[in-house]
């Protein structure tokens, strides 16, 4: 290769770092970019197109800005900033602007190389650049935060929190559906207090002073000589003194007994009480209707079955028993094989509970009987243990809602 014809060449890349190990071939060329290694075997147009390129690039320096670049840079980045839709797009027209990779070093390296007697003019361009973006930046910053819901904001138009809904307790859902089905056939609901006199609860129901459930033992006295009634027949008593007959209520409720909690005990339990007095109301009265009930309660095809026992308030007294509701009857672990479950205690309103609330006795009967949910409940719910229906674990409870 001859050394003058590439000499403009050799000339340019020497000022760019590149240099020529001898003015003969092969030519190397080294470079800061180890790719560019070129080797004698290209043709000698080929080479020269090369370098040509290569001292182009290395030739090309970005021009300086002028004054108007500035000027209108300055325009432009205001009018940018301004329509920043959010802070981050406003950060980033910052960054643009003002960082150390954007426009703003660019301004300063073009006052550094502008001529002395334009110096001033630059400098005061920059400056303007500088104040007009800090302020655009500034204003709107404060545009968006003023346009930005506050904190505490209330948003009318939200769809409201929904607050944690509870579900009806499964003995209160056992007494709306009695309720009801008596509600059909003429009965309405008397109440009474949980605390109640030993009047109420014992004296007026006939119940004998040595009578075993008068015990403290099976009964909660107060210190005043009251107690928590241990059953709902207190209401009976409330009611007739209050009301002359006929009546015919049902009082559902809570008791209480002193009874140690296992599967089937609870010391707090709810009972629903039953009482119709009328003239000429009888037994037939009392299976009829307690039957009826069944049927409603369990479902077609219950029967109710009256069995002979004692309760000191009704003369004569039975306890009530309903179809098994698992095996309809056939006899089941549920029902011990009986085919029936037990349900209420039932009777007679015997006469000396009419005396103790003024009623003739001769003029009016009655019939009443006393029922306890737990077990309706369990029955119809399938539940397996009354303590479950106090234990207050709302996933259990959430299942009956
Ligand atoms: N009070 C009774 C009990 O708790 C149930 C009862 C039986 C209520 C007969 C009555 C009734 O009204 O006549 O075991």
Excluded at 94 to 108: C, S, T, W
Excluded at 179 to 205: C, H, K, M, Q, W
Excluded at 208 to 223: G, K, V
Excluded at 248 to 261: K, L, N, Q, S, V
């Amino acid at each position: 290769m001859e050394p003058g014809r590439n000499s403009f060449f050799a000339l340019n890349l020497e000022t760019c770092g590149y240099h020529q190990d001898t003015a003969s071939d092969p030519i190397i060329l080294s470079s800061p970019n180890p790719h560019i290694i070129l080797s004698s075997h290209h043709s000698v147009l080929q080479t020269n197109i090369i370098l040509l390129c290569v001292s182009l690039i290395s030739f090309y320096k970005p021009c300086p800005m002028q004054l108007e670049d500035i000027q209108h840079l300055t325009d432009t980045a205001v009018a940018d900033i301004a329509a920043a839709a959010d802070e981050t797009a406003l950060e980033a027209a910052r960054v643009r602007y003002l960082g150390r990779k954007g426009k703003l070093p660019d301004i300063m390296a073009a006052l550094k190389t502008a001529a002395p007697e334009q110096r001033p003019q630059y400098g005061q361009a920059a400056n303007q650049f500088k104040t007009r973006v800090g302020e655009a930046l500034d204003a709107r910053k404060s545009a968006l935060a003023a346009t930005a819901t506050p904190a505490n904001a209330l948003d009318v138009t939200r769809p409201g929190d929904l607050p944690p809904l509870g579900s009806i307790h499964p003995i209160r859902q056992i007494i709306g559906r009695v309720t009801e089905i008596f509600d059909r056939i003429g009965f309405t609901v008397a109440t009474g207090p949980d605390i109640d006199s030993v009047f109420n609860n014992f004296d007026a129901l006939n119940t004998p002073a040595d009578h075993p459930s008068r015990d403290p033992q099976d009964t909660f006295y107060l210190e005043d000589g009251s107690l928590l009634r241990c059953h709902t027949s207190p209401v009976q008593v409330r009611h007739m003194l209050k009301h002359p007959p006929p009546v015919r209520i049902i009082a559902p409720g809570r008791a209480y007994r002193r009874d140690t909690p296992d599967a089937t005990h609870s010391a707090n339990f709810h009972q629903v009480e039953g009482l119709y007095v009328d003239k000429k109301v009888s037994m037939a009265d009392l299976k009829s209707d307690l039957t009826y009930f069944a049927g409603e309660v369990l479902g077609p095809g219950a029967k109710a079955r009256f069995r002979p026992h004692f309760f000191p308030f009704t003369e004569p007294s039975v306890e009530v028993d309903f179809t098994c509701h698992v095996c309809k009857g056939k006899g089941c672990r549920v029902c011990k094989n009986s085919g029936w479950i037990e349900i209420a205690g039932a009777g007679m309103v015997d006469p000396n509970v009419f005396q103790a609330v003024n009623y003739d006795p001769d003029a009016v009967t009655g019939y009443a009987f006393g029922m306890g949910l737990e077990r309706i409940a369990m029955i119809l719910l399938e539940i397996d243990d009354i303590r479950r229906l106090y234990d207050n674990d709302v996933r259990f409870l959430r299942q009956f809602a």
